[in-house]
């Protein structure tokens, strides 16, 4: 039962048990004239929240009023941005507290917009409405494709103009998380902490996070393997689904293994492994090819940051952490394998499986066929007269050697093309869409497309009849993404 006085708030603070130099106390900053804009009620249900009383509350989720049991703070990390390190932290977040759920489960609550903080450098704290929202549009359509992230709770404008490239209206995201534990944060312990410091970090995140390592003789290296796996499956998740993440710095590393931290991202169309958006990814780290390989170098960046904690003597614990890294190279191929099979609807495995897969994609990238679009046809059975790929010889030799192999294996070819459906989402947010809505939303104040695109991303394997505009091939264009907006 939630508590309509409190609007079923249950918050804890247990970050702060962690030494000081982990966080700063301090408030969200207020605003004159807030607005609500959305809210998410089904995650308002999970979270236990009571929704009658929260919908329209503009003023917590705008930062003037703070739930019932919030102590705020402001995290602080580091990380690797594009390969530099750097001292970060929430400059423009606050963390309002963990919302424990009806069913024992812990999240973080946090504004992001809220205005400065001890960490905001030269950023004025702020964030404006078109990229809340499309966080908002995007992360929930990425919880929709199964894939683990961050979610939305809701978005509420400040009435504050906020400066970027012109004057745009300010607003703040509630974002819900697992935690937004980093491999950054580990990275500041180990640069500015004592070992002391860093080993109380990897236990609270042991314990929230990988309660049954907790008594594992080895547990900081079976940590670093945990963390490993679940970046991982995730990157592959990532791989599957023709996400480019954009800003895969180490502080936008969750070690819950859920996505965050969304900037620049957006879905690629045309299959092409060089595809980057990010306006500012000019040399192509974080193009959709090389994520898996970024994510390797991530783990490195984490394991460096616990070798200590493994041996008194660092040195000696490299081999052990240089293990585990070449796990994860090994594991996100696995995920990823074991992933387009199933978008292939293979379920008997074998050894050439690799080399159906990767001759699909060669193909695909020749001409430029659509990455989801291509997985929804063969899905469908409905293979255009008009792509250039389905008609190709080349294609058509291909499509004979799968077709033979699904006939051969042990599940009947309709339990192939199920499993295919449940595997290849029928609609993504394409760049296109998004801009559309997004455009509506900010320039005219019309929600309707908006809530429209996130309704129909609810469920993206549903093949619905409404799904079905969506899915047009998109128009090739130049798409940029932009950072810290
Ligand atoms: P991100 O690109 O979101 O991963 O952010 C990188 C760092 O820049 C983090 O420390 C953010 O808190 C900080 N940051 C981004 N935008 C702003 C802003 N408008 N004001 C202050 N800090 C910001
Ligand atoms: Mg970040």
């Known amino acids: 039962m939630t508590d309509k006085q409190n609007q079923g708030w249950n918050l804890e603070n247990t970050y702060q048990q962690l030494p000081d130099l982990f966080y700063t106390n301090v408030e969200p900053a207020k605003t004159d004239d807030p607005e609500f804009i959305i809210y998410n009620e ?33 995290q602080a990390y580091a990380g690797h941005q594009f390969g530099s390190f750097t001292m970060l932290g929430d400059g423009r977040a606050v963390l309002f507290g963990e919302q424990l759920t009806p ?46 992230t961050s979610r939305s709770l809701a978005v509420a404008a400040t009435g504050e103009t906020v400066l970027r490239e012109a004057p745009m209206p300010g607003a703040v995201l509630t974002r819900v998380a697992k935690s937004h534990i980093r491999v950054g944060t580990f990275q500041y312990a180990r640069q500015w902490g004592s070992k002391e410091d860093l080993q109380a970090l990897a236990d609270y995140s042991i314990k929230r996070h990988y309660p049954e390592i907790e008594a594992d003789k080895d547990r900081y290296l079976t940590f670093l393997y945990k963390v490993a796996d679940k970046q991982a499956a995730l990157i592959a998740d990532w791989q599957l689904k023709g996400f480019i993440h954009g800003v895969m710095n ?8 859920e996505t965050i931290d969304y900037g620049p991202c957006a879905f690629m169309d045309q299959y092409d492994r060089k595809t980057v958006f990010s306006s500012i990814d000019q040399q192509g780290r974080y193009s959709y090819g090389n994520q898996p390989g970024i994510g390797a170098w991530n783990m490195a960046r984490f394991a ?6 493994m041996n008194e003597d660092e040195e000696q614990a490299i081999p052990k952490a240089k293990e585990a890294v070449e796990t994860y190279v090994q594991s996100v191929e696995d995920y990823w394998l074991e992933g387009m099979r199933q978008k292939l609807g293979i379920v008997d495995k ?52 799968w077709q033979d192999k699904l006939e051969k294996q042990s599940a009947s070819l309709e339990d192939a093309y199920q499993l295919m459906k449940q595997h290849n989402p029928s609609i993504i947010p394409r760049n296109y869409l998004v801009e559309e809505v997004l455009a509506a939303a900010v320039e005219k104040g019309d929600y309707e497309p908006f809530r429209a695109l996130l309704a129909a991303l609810k469920d993206p394997y549903a093949y619905t009849e409404e799904q079905e505009k969506y899915a047009v091939n998109p128009p090739e264009q130049d798409y940029q993404t932009f950072c810290g907006t």
């Open 42 to 74: 089904n995650l308002a249900a999970e979270l236990g929240l009571d929704s009658s009383a929260l919908k329209d509350e503009a003023e917590i989720f705008a930062g003037n009023k703070l739930p019932d049991g919030s102590d705020p703070i402001a």
């Open 103 to 148: 069913n024992g489960k812990r999240y973080d609550i946090q504004l992001k917009g809220s205005g400065r903080t001890p960490y905001s450098r030269g950023g004025d704290g702020r964030a404006v409405l078109g990229p809340m929202l499309r966080e908002y549009l995007i992360s929930e359509a990425m919880h929709g494709l199964g894939i683990p």
């Open 250 to 257: 180490t502080d936008n590393v969750a070690i819950s293994g």
């Open 304 to 309: 460096e940051s616990l070798l200590i904690l």
């Open 350 to 401: 074998s050894d050439n499986d690799k080399t159906l897969i990767q001759n699909l994609l060669d193909l695909m990238e020749k001409y430029r066929a659509d990455f989801n679009n291509t997985f929804r046809s063969l899905t469908l059975q409905q293979l255009d007269a008009d792509s250039a790929l389905f008609q190709s010889s080349a294609f058509k030799e291909w499509h004979q050697a």
